[in-house]
């Protein structure tokens, strides 16, 4: 006798045994991507040293043209230009690597052990209108962001966002798109560091606020790389 024929009874108690059964199968998820945000505590003195410092070399240097449309782009190095402030940011931006990697590795059940980094960072100011394009960090291992400024004197307003977009595409457009999210936003808060792996796609959308937006972006490559 096929299972069609079998009686209503029949059926409704088979289909009560599979979803016992199934009731001890494993879910889960697969390729999730990790990510570490922390506010600084020492960010309200801290800030104040970058953001003079900042603005300050902005207006004797030319910036350089990146992904960014509009705005200023630092040269790419250690912060020098920001003196103590800028090292002890760089400290910071060490530190979160290592807790990152470290929680990381103890996922998945390991020890990261010594690890050496190159670690290489750069200012960015957006006024008005000022955004940057879609795009990755390849060749590094993270990628992070520190804020320095928001750009907006109203600290209840939320800024203009970064914008984390999911790195595999197709899961977004075709696996249950009304529940799957394709982008994530956090907020720039001032004293708050983010840091992803670099494969990440990421941009910032023009900027609304009424002063300057300044953040500090870096970028951590393993030594041996990958």
Same mark, same amino acid.
């Given at each position: 006798m096929s299972d069609s024929s079998l009686p209503q009874t029949d059926l #409704?108690?088979?289909?009560?045994?599979? %979803?016992?059964? #199934? &009731?001890? &199968?494993?879910?889960?998820?697969?390729?999730?991507? *990790?990510?570490?945000?922390? %506010?600084? =505590?020492?960010a309200g003195v801290l800030n104040e040293q970058l953001r003079e410092r900042i603005l300050a070399y902005a207006e004797s240097h030319p910036g350089e043209d990146h992904t960014n449309i509009g705005g200023w782009h630092s040269p790419v190095g250690t912060l020098e230009f920001c003196g103590s402030a800028g090292a002890r940011l760089i400290r910071h931006m060490h530190a979160m690597?290592?807790?990152?990697?470290?929680?990381?590795?103890?996922?998945?059940? /390991?020890? &990261?052990?010594?690890? =050496?980094?190159? #670690?290489?960072?750069w200012a960015n100011v957006n006024r008005l209108g000022d955004f940057n394009t879609t795009h990755t960090h390849p060749g590094a291992t993270w990628s992070g962001v520190y804020y320095v400024?928001?750009?907006?004197?109203d600290p209840?307003?939320?800024?203009?966002?970064? /914008? #984390?977009?999911? *790195?595999?595409?197709?899961?977004?457009?075709?696996?249950?798109?009304?529940v799957t999210s394709r982008e994530v936003k956090f907020r720039p808060v001032p004293g708050l560091m983010i840091l992803f792996p670099s494969y990440i796609p990421h941009a910032v959308p023009p900027h609304?606020?009424?002063?300057?937006?300044?953040?500090?972006a870096f970028n951590v490559r393993k030594d041996p790389f990958p």
């Open positions: #409704l108690k088979q289909d009560t045994i599979v %979803v016992r059964e #199934l &009731a001890n &199968a494993n879910f889960g998820f697969l390729f999730s991507s *990790p990510v570490l945000e922390h %506010v600084w =505590s020492d690597t290592e807790e990152a990697t470290n929680r990381f590795y103890a996922e998945h059940g /390991q020890s &990261a052990g010594r690890t =050496s980094w190159i #670690l290489s960072a400024d928001s750009g907006m004197s209840s307003k939320d800024g203009t966002a970064i /914008q #984390l977009t999911d *790195p595999c595409p197709p899961r977004t457009n075709i696996f249950f798109p009304e609304r606020g009424d002063r300057p937006r300044i953040s500090i």
